[in-house]
């Protein structure tokens, strides 16, 4: 009988050396998704305070639409609300309103966002009307230091008329 030679067969599988460069790669592409997910967190979060910021601006503007335009109309006398006045770009005064995350008034100490408005009257020469000109802004209040303050506001602009005869 002629003798064979028996061959050992080599056993399937990974050597170290194969293994250790899955887990680089792995690790590789775990870090990156960490870093998206990271990136995504702060722009959602500043997505949510841009929303906030022209939620409440908006409603600033609201409020002094739906304000009447006279307290007195027999006499034309122009509802306190409605009077000249207030500065978008630099605020103070009766012109202006805090409020924190939740959208509710605070002081200025606790104020995440700061909501100025501007009434100017509009001349308008041979129309038999009253014209106003609103404008209103929010932004981060005073002593935020996120990218939020930089480019997280609102600013709106709209006319209210009063006819005068």
Not at 3 to 25: D, P, S, W
Not at 33 to 42: E, H, K, S, Y
């Amino acid at each position: 009988m002629a003798m064979r030679r028996e061959t050992k067969k080599r056993e399937g599988g990974f050597t170290l050396i194969e293994v250790l460069i899955a887990i680089v790669i792995l690790s590789v592409g775990l870090l990156s998704l960490a870093q998206m997910m990271v990136l995504a967190t702060r722009s959602n979060s500043l997505s949510g305070h841009m929303t906030s910021s022209t939620a409440l601006a908006r409603e600033q503007l609201e409020r002094l639409k739906a304000a009447p335009f006279y307290s007195n109309p027999a006499v034309r006398a122009r509802n306190p609300v409605l009077q000249d006045g207030g500065d978008v770009d630099a605020g103070g005064g009766n012109y202006v309103q805090f409020y924190d995350a939740d959208g509710q008034r605070v002081g200025a100490g606790n104020a995440l966002y700061e909501v100025r408005w501007q009434i100017t009257e509009v001349n308008a020469p041979g129309l038999p009307l009253e014209m106003l000109q609103i404008r209103v802004r929010c932004l981060p209040a005073a002593g935020m230091s996120s990218s939020f303050a930089i480019i997280g506001e609102a600013r709106f602009t709209t006319y209210r008329t009063a006819s005068v005869g």
